[in-house]
Nanobody
Framework: EVRLVQSGGGLVQDGGSLRLSCAAS????????IGWFRQVPGKERREGVA?????????FYGDSVKGRFTISTDSAKTTLYLQMNNLKPEDTAVYYC??????????????????WGQGAEVTVEA
């Protein structure tokens, strides 16, 4: 059974940093795409933030977070991270980690993924 359990999130000031974590289990992570998405309250669709291929290290980011956010895993590949720097009020959203059996491409950020964490709120105050 695929399990994604998130931790982290919270309130931060404009320009601050936060790191989100996601404990992954129940699937061969090297065979899956892993990623982070976010959803602003009132918006219907989740926005792709970042995705990664843990086999070759290939990463892709949404345009709005490039240069500020970094997706990574620990050396054991059991925990996903999203390091968020230079946060802005427009980054306020519920953030979700995700996994899916698919190729990691830029288009993956716009696709529908199968497995999701429970979500974590991130609020950036101006």
């Amino acid at each position: 059974e695929v399990r994604l359990v998130q931790s982290g999130g919270g309130l931060v000031q404009d320009g601050g940093s936060l790191r989100l974590s996601c404990a992954a289990s129940g699937f061969p992570i090297d065979e899956y795409a892993i990623g982070w998405f976010r959803q602003v309250p009132g918006k219907e669709r989740r926005e792709g933030v970042a995705c990664m291929d843990t086999m070759d290290g290939k990463r892709f980011y949404g345009d709005s977070v490039k240069g500020r956010f970094t997706i990574s895993t620990d050396s054991a590949k059991t925990t996903l991270y999203l390091q968020m720097n230079n946060l802005k009020p427009e980054d306020t959203a519920v953030y979700y980690c995700a996994a899916d059996y698919r190729w990691v491409t830029p288009e993956a950020l716009d696709a529908d993924w199968d497995y999701w964490g429970q979500g974590a709120e991130v609020t950036v105050e101006a």
